[in-house]
């Protein structure tokens, strides 16, 4: 059976060829001696995130930064980047959601077994915690793409025998445990990370942290190259995600000492992470030489809150294969085959005829109200236009803002029918979140006569990819600006599914109103007042649910329209290859 040169993407069989090499315990096959020596000598982009949505069954992610580092080595396989990325093996996941009749969420380890789909390395390295060798290990997880293209992915693992008691449980839940606990994460990730990239002998060329979380890796840099800031910013890339400084990641030097002593000298942190707390966010910001934020909007946030930084904006993107359920797959690949490693050829959408754009929806809704049967055995139909809310249960987010007024909700239901899925996890220590979970509870039950509310447990990738392709109309009511760019309505346009959402982050770049879809509330650009901001937020979700958007549901032309629009005006765009070249052109190269 033939394989493919993971440099080049030629296919060779592995029988004849003479070049190959035995790596993390697979063979890779070339067709010449260049792709074997570039495979193994050529410097890397080692790419850290705290998490990372790879597949399903590897429950090492949160919400959208993991699902984002996905795409990302996704694309990059596609596009034969040659990148590879560093992650903690968070044994017992985030957590696996129950939630009670009455809408509490239960928590529970979400244990996996790595050995499944897994090699573990026998290589080890060490990094000093409380005056403690921790030992860590690496799991080599291999994506591979249909291009050839090769993403090693490395899970470190502190879990070794070897080990004190309380260093074998850094790594098991993904924001785990308190404070002292993420810094310990942190230092596994960041310093653990680059030590383990070295004995693996990777050869690094930029190291790029998603988010804040790897940023101690700056600090081994600076030990590797004789303490010259400049050598590790020409090293550094940074993607920021956050737009208010409150929620930056930040330690005191008290803990940061009592974890790392005098590894690093506490004046140079203090010089790159600030005076007064170890600032993850800083500290990157310092050393590195590209930073980013996510989206236009998340850009100019982060620019005021740090003047005199240069900022640039990658805008966010989907991997579009992955989010397009097989319906759509089917019909782009008909009428715009390469649409998958070119997404931009979805521009084309026009000639797709409307009715199988409309079929292959209605196929996709069905998917939806099936597994809704199957998961709450509530029966959702098929007819009535369906909304759909899910990402991670937190205050911002505002996921119950639907019901801010019920009787007005009503109206718009005697209007024209609709029904709503919800879904989402909220982090065990955040009380608001859980909260949200069980207040859209209560109005389901008080509700129940009128409008079909669902709330699908344990949101995972899976159920993220069926609710973005099923619903009609794909909602979202963040308070601005505090959505740095948000992913999820992408994945809708993937799917004909039309974004009602929140002017920030992403949306503020795709929406073109009553084209690509419709916004809620005021643009960036008014000085409104909280209280405004609200009246006006609720006056365009029930105006224009009641008058705008179950009118254009009705009339079956006019929606396909807009699936057209949301197809070839979003998702040409706002998908990751478009994103990942420009990471190539603008940050890695
Ligand atoms: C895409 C995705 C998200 C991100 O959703 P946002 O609306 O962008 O916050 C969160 N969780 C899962 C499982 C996802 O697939």
Redesign the pocket.
């Known amino acids: 059976m033939n394989t493919i040169d993971p440099v080049c993407g030629m296919p060779i069989d592995p029988e004849i060829t003479e070049f190959k090499v035995e790596r993390w315990g697979k063979t890779y096959y070339f067709c010449n001696e260049f792709c074997l020596h570039s495979f193994l000598e050529d410097p890397k982009i080692a790419y850290f995130s705290m998490e990372i ?1 790879i597949i399903n069954e590897i429950p090492t ?1 949160s ?2 930064l993991g ?1 984002l580092a996905g795409d990302t080595i996704r694309s990059s396989a596609d596009l034969k980047i040659p990148l590879v990325a560093v992650t903690l093996i968070s044994r017992k996941g985030y957590l696996k959601q129950t939630i009670t009749e009455k809408g509490e969420q239960l928590e529970h380890s979400e244990e996996w077994d790595p050995s499944k789909c897994m090699t573990l390395l026998p290589t080890s390295v060490y990094v000093q915690i409380q005056g403690r060798p921790v030992k860590i290990r690496a799991w080599f997880y291999e994506h591979q793409s249909p291009t050839g293209g090769v993403v090693p992915i490395f899970f470190l693992d502190t879990s070794d025998e070897e080990n004190a008691f309380e260093d074998r449980m850094i790594t098991d839940h993904l924001y785990g445990g308190d404070g002292k606990n993420r810094l310990k994460q942190e230092i596994v990730l960041g310093i653990g990370g680059v030590k383990m990239l070295k004995v693996l002998n990777f050869k690094i060329k930029k190291c790029h942290m998603n988010e804040g979380h790897s940023s101690l890796l700056t600090l081994e840099l600076l030990k590797d190259n004789e303490m010259r800031p400049d050598s590790v910013k020409n090293l550094c890339v940074f993607t920021t995600h956050t737009p208010i400084a409150a929620a930056f990641d930040k330690y005191s030097y008290d803990l940061a000492y009592e974890l790392l002593g005098n590894e690093y000298p506490l004046e140079l942190s203090k010089k790159f992470a600030g005076q007064d707390n170890l600032n993850m966010t800083l500290l990157a910001l310092n050393l590195s030489r590209a930073v980013n934020g996510v989206a236009k909007s998340h850009m100019n946030h982060s620019k005021k809150l740090f003047p005199g930084y240069m900022i640039s904006a990658i805008t966010n993107g ?1 991997y579009s294969y992955m989010w397009t359920c097989q319906h759509f797959r089917e019909l782009y690949d008909k009428y715009l085959p390469g649409w998958a490693n070119e997404p931009e050829l979805l521009v084309r959408v026009d000639s797709i005829p409307d009715d199988e754009i409309w079929d292959a929806h209605t196929e996709a809704k069905k998917d939806l109200i099936d597994l809704v049967r199957e998961k709450t055995g509530k029966e959702l139909d098929q007819n009535i236009l369906t909304l759909g809310f899910a ?2 249960a937190t205050g911002y ?1 505002r996921a119950t803002l639907i019901f801010s007024d019920l009787k007005r909700l009503k109206n718009v239901n005697k209007r024209g029918k609709i029904q709503l899925i919800f879904a989402g996890k909220a982090h065990p220590r955040d009380l608001s979140g859980k909260e949200l979970i069980k207040e859209i509870y209560k109005y389901g039950e008080l509700l129940k006569d009128e409008i079909s509310i669902v709330y699908l447990e344990n ?3 899976d159920i ?1 990819a069926k609710l973005t392709s099923g619903v009609d109309v794909w909602l ?1 009511t963040p308070l601005p600006p505090l959505e740095a760019s ?4 992408m ?1 809708a346009a993937h799917n004909g599914v039309i974004n009602f959402s929140v002017l920030d982050g992403w949306w503020l770049e795709g929406c073109i109103e009553d084209v690509t879809g419709w916004s809620i509330g005021p643009s960036p650009h008014e000085v409104v007042g909280d209280e405004e901001r609200r009246t006006r937020e609720l006056d365009d979700l029930y105006s224009k649910m009641e008058y705008i958007i179950i009118p254009a549901y009705d009339r079956r032309d006019q929606w396909i329209e807009l699936m057209q629009n949301s197809i070839g005006k979003i998702a040409y765009y706002f998908n990751s290859h478009r994103m990942m070249r420009r990471y190539v052109t603008e940050a890695y190269l």
């Open positions: 949505g992610y919400g959208g699902v989907v990402r991670r987010k949101f995972n990738m993220a979202n948000g992913t999820s309505g994945k």
